[in-house]
């Protein structure tokens, strides 16, 4: 018995920083949290900033606001 709690001691005092899989988790955890906040922060830069311009740069280059698909289905006559 005596030589269980001393090799347990020795375990419990041992502060060499073995301890792959905890610190494997905390990285794996850091990571998904960066990950979703950069996806977060790209779409609302994009959706708000690039994306609305981009659109009305090709509605513009291909003439869609004077087609016919400009005003299917939103109630808009076409003379």
Do not use: H
Request: one cysteine or more; aromatic letters at 12%; a positive charge.
């Amino acid at each position: 018995m005596k030589k269980f709690f001393e090799k347990a001691m020795s375990c419990l005092s041992n502060e060499r920083g073995e301890g792959a899989f905890l610190d494997v988790v905390i990285i794996a955890v850091v990571v998904v949290v960066i990950g979703c906040l950069l996806m977060t922060l790209m779409k609302q830069l994009y959706s708000g900033t690039v994306f609305p311009k981009f659109k009305a740069y090709i509605e513009s280059l291909f003439g869609y606001a004077d087609s016919y698909a400009a005003g299917v289905g939103s109630g808009v006559t076409i003379n």
